[in-house]
């Protein structure tokens, strides 16, 4: 039907579907209920290069593409989202951040293992009191009067992957009067004394992705782990973020898809009043519009993949096409798993089936990786040139 899917591209969304199926369907509802971190079937997608898909094969990855993470985000998410989310904080924030502004060794030292899914990656940017904010940091890094080291001290917040990574993304301030043009990117080592992590969120949804504040207390970071140059960390933060938006756009859309075909197979069974429900025109009609808004997601994502792919060639932003897709997939996301709950009536509430998780796991969608408000005004800015 499209033409930029090969048969390569086929051939690992069906190794993802398959493992999706065969090793994380069985899991996924126990680990929603206990919130354990999946650590062996993360290790699985590792060594099935799940974890650094684009990442050329010298660099521990696959060296695939774009269009082909988004299949496989797609499949591994309809099954579970919360093993999408770590790869996509895996893949498309920490690979590609050290891929694009990595120094050689760095690269090697750091991204050959993360991408290669030995160790896990995780980015660090939100504040407690600064989120959709992200400029408005407290956190600080102050270099030596030797230019040797940082040491870092501050509080960061909702850092997904946090409990259990190896290797932070952390995104802190060195020169406070400068604003976001002060900011600067570190690689974290979280190993290294100074360092803590937070007790790990109860969250609504995505429960099996552990998520956990920070603490820097003195961490002393030599200057061979700053990612890029001082005051750089904003840029490099916003377009990191480009790409981890189309990640989250093409988890949205496997969740919706779950929701949209768990809908079908009810409809097609389940009968009230003397007939299927879903020869019912109110249910039919639920069905025929998640239909549509689950295609329109679809092609949205690859449309910024395209763009994505298009400007690793030629240079440029795909700012635009990202935030678009990933409003859009995850508001569908949304939508889809709030009426697959009531096609399922009671049933859609019960924990007896996945339709109840598939709604609480749409719901981050809409708020990480930058909310529905802040993409509309990434959106609304691209198009009116005003701020
Ligand atoms: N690529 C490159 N540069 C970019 C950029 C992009 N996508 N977006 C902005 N910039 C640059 C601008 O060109 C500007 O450059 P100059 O300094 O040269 O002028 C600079 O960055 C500042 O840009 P803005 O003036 O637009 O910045 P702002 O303060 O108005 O903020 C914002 C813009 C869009 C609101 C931004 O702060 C934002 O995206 N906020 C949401 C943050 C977010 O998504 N947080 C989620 C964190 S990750 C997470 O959810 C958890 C997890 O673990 C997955």
Request: proline share 3%; with cysteine.
């Given at each position: 039907?499209?033409?930029?899917?090969?048969?390569?591209?086929?051939?690992?969304?069906?190794?993802?579907?398959d493992?999706?199926?065969?090793?994380?369907?069985?899991i996924a509802?126990?680990?929603?209920?206990?919130g354990?971190?999946?650590l062996e079937?993360?290790?699985?997608?590792?060594?099935?290069?799940?974890?650094g898909?684009e990442?050329?094969?010298?660099?521990?990855?696959?060296g695939?593409?774009t269009i082909?993470?988004?299949?496989?985000?797609?499949?591994i998410?309809?099954v579970?989202?919360?093993?999408?989310?770590?790869?996509s904080v895996?893949?498309?924030?920490?690979?590609?951040?050290?891929?694009?502004?990595?120094?050689?060794e760095?690269?090697?030292?750091?991204?050959?293992?993360v991408?290669?899914?030995?160790k896990?990656?995780?980015?660090?940017?939100?504040?407690?009191?600064?989120?959709?904010?992200a400029?408005n940091?407290r956190?600080?890094?102050?270099?030596?009067?030797d230019?040797?080291?940082?040491t870092?001290?501050?509080?960061?917040?909702?850092?997904?992957?946090?409990?259990?990574?190896?290797?932070?993304?952390?995104?802190?301030?060195?020169?406070?009067?400068?604003a976001?043009?002060?900011?600067?990117?570190?690689?974290?080592e979280?190993?290294?004394e100074?360092?803590?992590?937070g007790?790990?969120?109860?969250?609504?949804?995505i429960r099996?992705?552990?998520?956990?504040?920070?603490?820097?207390?003195?961490?002393?970071s030599p200057?061979?782990?700053?990612?890029?140059?001082?005051?750089?960390?904003?840029?490099?933060?916003?377009?990191?973020?480009?790409?981890g938006?189309?990640?989250i756009?093409?988890?949205?859309?496997?969740?919706?898809?779950?929701?949209?075909?768990?809908?079908?197979?009810?409809?097609?069974?389940?009968?009230?009043?003397?007939?299927?429900?879903?020869?019912?025109?109110?249910?039919?009609?639920?069905?025929?519009?998640m239909?549509c808004r689950?295609?329109?997601?679809?092609?949205?994502?690859?449309q910024?993949?395209?763009?994505?792919?298009?400007?690793?060639?030629?240079?440029?932003?795909y700012?635009?096409?990202?935030?678009?897709?990933?409003?859009?997939?995850?508001?569908?996301a949304?939508w889809?798993?709030?009426q697959?709950?009531?096609?399922?009536?009671?049933?859609?509430?019960s924990k007896?089936?996945?339709?109840?998780r598939y709604?609480?796991?749409?719901k981050?969608?809409?708020?990480?990786?930058g909310?529905?408000?802040?993409?509309?005004?990434?959106?609304?800015r691209?198009?009116t040139g005003l701020r």
């Amino acid at each position: 039907m499209f033409d930029f899917i090969t048969e390569e591209h086929e051939m690992i969304r069906q190794a993802a579907r398959d493992f999706a199926q065969s090793a994380i369907a069985p899991i996924a509802a126990d680990h929603d209920e206990s919130g354990e971190f999946p650590l062996e079937t993360v290790r699985q997608m590792g060594t099935l290069g799940f974890m650094g898909i684009e990442i050329p094969e010298e660099y521990g990855g696959v060296g695939m593409d774009t269009i082909a993470y988004v299949l496989a985000m797609e499949e591994i998410s309809k099954v579970d989202a919360s093993h999408g989310t770590i790869m996509s904080v895996n893949n498309s924030l920490v690979c590609h951040a050290l891929l694009k502004y990595g120094t050689e060794e760095q690269k090697q030292k750091y991204l050959v293992p993360v991408a290669s899914g030995s160790k896990i990656g995780a980015y660090s940017l939100t504040e407690p009191m600064s989120g959709s904010d992200a400029g408005n940091m407290r956190s600080r890094a102050v270099l030596s009067e030797d230019g040797s080291h940082y040491t870092i001290n501050g509080r960061k917040s909702w850092v997904t992957s946090a409990p259990v990574a190896d290797i932070i993304l952390l995104f802190t301030m060195t020169s406070p009067e400068r604003a976001h043009r002060g900011i600067t990117a570190f690689i974290i080592e979280t190993d290294r004394e100074g360092f803590a992590r937070g007790k790990t969120e109860p969250k609504l949804g995505i429960r099996a992705s552990a998520t956990s504040e920070i603490t820097f207390d003195d961490y002393c970071s030599p200057v061979d782990n700053r990612l890029g140059e001082e005051g750089e960390g904003f840029k490099i933060a916003m377009a990191v973020l480009d790409a981890g938006r189309i990640g989250i756009a093409a988890q949205a859309l496997g969740i919706a898809e779950a929701a949209m075909e768990a809908s079908i197979k009810y409809a097609q069974e389940r009968e009230a009043f003397g007939q299927k429900i879903g020869e019912f025109q109110m249910i039919q009609q639920k069905l025929a519009d998640m239909k549509c808004r689950i295609d329109a997601s679809r092609l949205l994502i690859y449309q910024a993949a395209l763009a994505k792919m298009k400007a690793s060639k030629a240079g440029g932003r795909y700012t635009l096409e990202s935030s678009v897709a990933k409003l859009y997939a995850s508001e569908t996301a949304m939508w889809v798993a709030t009426q697959a709950v009531q096609v399922h009536g009671g049933m859609g509430y019960s924990k007896e089936l996945p339709v109840e998780r598939y709604f609480r796991d749409a719901k981050i969608t809409e708020i990480y990786e930058g909310t529905s408000e802040i993409q509309r005004l990434v959106i609304a800015r691209h198009l009116t040139g005003l701020r």
